[in-house]
């Protein structure tokens, strides 16, 4: 994909004010990880990247693979483990380290001097580095170019007034000959109820 525009066409629908409440805010995704209202989880991976991965490296070795909003996702570990370097970025510390400890990998911290406050985890073999910070802040630090991205409840999840900025993220950290692999649900929010603040807060779609 080469282009913002078959990214996503934030235009498809135009009544997005069906949408325009559906918004979390950091500390809210915090929350959800503190109460284990993490049902956007998935233990086994994602069984359709899992299917199609050999199509998506392409062959390629020691690709730099991006994870936006990257959670405790094990599909990191998938890459890391065929030689990959795997770079994600997530607002929960909390969601960081079950990551680590339950793919039972040792790792250090360090901040992040452009963004006060913020940490980066790195796997001690030294092909995993999870930013812990806000995805709209990233920018700040030079995390390099990406071959891959793969982006799974990550652009589903940013409010839709932010989703501009977020594409605009997105394409900025691709590099020539890149793939994006999009995991998403495409429907007609009129034809669909908009969840509450409180009904996404419990849970996942
Ligand atoms: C729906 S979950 C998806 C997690 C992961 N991609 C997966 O497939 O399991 C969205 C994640 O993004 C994090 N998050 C939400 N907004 C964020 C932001 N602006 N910057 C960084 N992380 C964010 C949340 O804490 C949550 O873990």
């Known amino acids: 994909m080469d282009d913002a525009s078959t990214l996503i066409d934030v235009k498809e629908y135009p009544d997005t004010e069906v949408q325009k409440n559906r918004v979390l805010t950091l500390e809210e995704w915090r929350e959800k990880w503190v109460d284990g209202k993490i049902g956007f989880h998935q233990e086994q991976g994602h069984?359709?990247?899992?299917?199609?991965?050999?199509?998506?490296?392409?062959?390629?070795?020691?690709?730099?693979?991006?994870?936006?909003?990257?959670?405790?996702?094990?599909?990191?570990?998938?890459?890391?483990?065929?030689?990959?370097?795997?770079?994600?970025?997530?607002?929960?510390?909390?969601?960081?380290?079950?990551f680590f400890t339950e793919q039972n990998l040792s790792y250090s911290e360090e901040p992040i001097m452009e963004i006060p406050g913020a940490k980066v985890f790195k796997s001690s073999s030294g092909n995993i580095s999870l930013y812990c910070c806000n995805l709209f802040d990233l920018p700040r630090v030079n995390i390099g170019k990406f071959d891959?991205?793969?982006?799974?409840?990550?652009?589903?999840?940013v409010n839709p007034g932010d989703r501009k900025c977020y594409t605009d993220i997105m394409l900025s950290l691709t590099r020539k000959g890149f793939r994006y692999l999009l995991a998403v649900l495409s429907y007609d929010p009129t034809k669909h109820p908009a969840q509450t603040v409180e009904e996404r807060r419990n849970g996942w779609p």
Do not use: Y
């Open 47 to 98: 069984q359709l990247l899992k299917k199609h991965l050999d199509t998506f490296l392409k062959g390629k070795n020691v690709l730099r693979v991006f994870f936006p909003l990257c959670g405790k996702a094990v599909e990191m570990k998938w890459f890391a483990d065929r030689g990959h370097c795997v770079v994600g970025v997530e607002i929960s510390e909390l969601g960081i380290r079950e």
């Open 148 to 157: 891959r991205i793969w982006d799974r409840g990550a652009l589903v999840a």
